[in-house]
């Protein structure tokens, strides 16, 4: 289906199971040419795949692919089936469901973290990464993390929401990814707030989209994507 055309941008949704999941995802530039790298996105804890589509629209006429995680989004939220590995899974799915090879894989936040796993789980598919401000651990979230989530306006009254929230702090461990980088050849792309231990809160990001630095990250985005092209026409 696509939801959005216009003269130069077009996106389409899918859905594609793992298991007994129905997992939501958004992708554009699906006839796009072969020589761009494709980049698929991990999402923040809370995030959707639709929070994507403005930097979509910004790397067109690259293929770009997102998908809600389990319990996010459009995509189903079970009362549990959480785990740090599960949630890793459902990327690894997407990706084999759309034939996608050697690509560019960019994860925001808790995002970072899934996509290290499948990157170090698949060093042959992956092209590069970029990490946006998150170390390479995966926490276990305090009591009461998902309540704290409960205002935003995409989970306030909406009981899957919350229902994945609670899941997602009910089965989370801690896990340290520092030696999976190991494992990972491609090139990274590692993007900080600036300062250290600057860690982006979700009204900065919005901030930054706002002002020019948003172009300036979509820039630099674009020059590494460009050095992944010249590498994988080799």
């Known amino acids: 289906m696509v939801l959005s055309t216009s003269e130069q941008f077009s996106f389409r949704e899918g859905w594609w199971k793992n298991g007994s999941i129905r997992l939501h995802y958004v992708e554009s530039g ?13 999402h923040t804890g809370f995030g959707t795949a639709e929070v994507f589509i403005p930097e979509m629209k910004a790397l067109s006429p690259r293929r770009c692919v997102s998908c809600s995680l389990r319990g996010r ?9 959480y785990t740090f590995d599960e949630n890793v899974s459902d990327l690894d799915v997407v990706v084999n469901h759309l034939t996608l090879d050697r690509i560019c894989v960019m994860g925001w936040s808790l ?16 092209s590069g ?17 998902a309540e704290r989530w ?3 306006p995409s989970i306030k009254d ?15 461990a801690e896990v340290l990814l520092w030696d999976r980088l190991d494992a990972i050849k491609s090139p990274i792309l590692l993007i900080g707030g600036g300062a250290e231990g600057a860690l982006l809160k979700q009204e900065h990001v919005e ?8 172009d300036r990250f979509i820039s630099r985005v674009n020059k590494f994507l460009d050095y992944i092209d010249d590498q994988r026409g080799r």
Request: charged residues 25%.
């Open 30 to 42: 699906w006839d796009s040419s072969s020589n761009l790298t494709p980049v698929v996105y991990a």
């Open 73 to 81: 989004g459009d995509s189903d939220a079970p009362e549990a089936g």
């Open 111 to 126: 995002g970072v973290t899934y996509s290290i796993a499948y990157a170090a789980q698949h060093p042959e598919l992956v």
């Open 129 to 145: 990464l970029v990490l946006l401000d998150y170390p390479a651990r995966h926490p276990k979230f305090s009591a009461g993390w």
């Open 150 to 152: 409960s205002s935003e």
């Open 158 to 172: 909406n009981p899957d929401r919350m229902r994945g929230m609670r899941g997602l702090e009910r089965e989370s």
């Open 207 to 214: 901030k930054y989209r706002q002002h020019c630095d948003y």
